[in-house]
T-cell receptor, first 114, second 113 residues
Framework: DTAVSQTPKYLVTQMGNDKSIKCEQNLGHDTMYWYKQDSKKFLKIMFSYNNKELIINETVPNRFSPKSPDKAHLNLHINSLELGDSAVYFC?????????????FGSGTQLSVL | QKEVEQNSGPLSVPEGAIASLNCTYSDRGSQSFFWYRQYSGKSPELIMSIYSNGDKEDGRFTAQLNKASQYVSLLIRDSQPSDSATYLC?????????????FGKGTLLTVNP
């Protein structure tokens, strides 16, 4: 049983297209995240949701829009894709939000914008 | 800007040796510290957490924290080739009511048989 699953695993698309990445966790966690890992392996938080409520919204272009229909799901929609959006996007969840949050990551979505 | 610094490596050690991975952080108010391991092409996984000054041991792994020096380290005893991975240091701090986990850029560890 996969704890945090995200789809698709690979996404290859043209500049200007719109795409979505889906994430689901079956751990019963209240908090979910989107992280971006660039080609230099730098992992940076984009968004965080706690009980479907947006709690962290980093300096991310508004072309990126997260949606949490329920506690177990957090999707990421990206409009007008640009070359610089190419990266690995990780979904994660944790059983608590705060200083002691321990993240469980999905397997990642490799996005390539051509 | 909260920063977490790690030597990117690669750090190369022979099998059976002790691997020492280091991390410094900029925010003196940081209170929780984590080490994540990431194999090539895989997702990060949590291997250690530490919240108080001193050492915390878990099997072959020991995390060390020195808040006065703003320094956290991970020691891996009896290193195995399967320990070859990128190790990410992560630091949590609170900005008012918001908490944010900040990752370092990771240290690539290679354990040679």
């Amino acid at each position: 049983d996969t704890a945090v699953s995200q789809t698709p695993k690979y996404l290859v698309t043209q500049m200007g297209n719109d795409k979505s990445i889906k994430c689901e966790q079956n751990l019963g966690h209240d908090t979910m995240y989107w992280y971006k890992q660039d080609s230099k392996k730098f992992l940076k938080i984009m968004f965080s949701y706690n009980n479907k409520e947006l709690i962290i919204n980093e300096t991310v272009p508004n072309r990126f829009s997260p949606k949490s229909p329920d506690k177990a799901h957090l999707n990421l929609h990206i409009n007008s894709l640009e070359l610089g959006d190419s990266a690995v996007y990780f979904c994660a969840s944790s059983d608590s939000w705060g200083l002691y949050e321990k993240l469980f990551f999905g397997s990642g979505t490799q996005l390539s914008v051509l | 800007q909260k920063e977490v610094e790690q030597n990117s490596g690669p750090l190369s050690v022979p099998e059976g040796a002790i691997a020492s991975l280091n991390c410094t952080y900029s925010d003196r108010g940081s209170q929780s510290f984590f080490w994540y391991r990431q194999y090539s092409g895989k997702s990060p996984e949590l291997i250690m957490s530490i919240y108080s000054n001193g050492d915390k041991e878990d099997g072959r792994f020991t995390a060390q924290l020195n808040k006065a020096s703003q320094y956290v380290s991970l020691l891996i005893r009896d290193s195995q080739p399967s320990d070859s991975a990128t190790y990410l240091c992560a630091v949590n701090y609170s900005g008012g009511s918001n908490y944010k986990l900040t990752f370092g850029k990771g240290t690539l560890l290679t354990v040679n048989p």
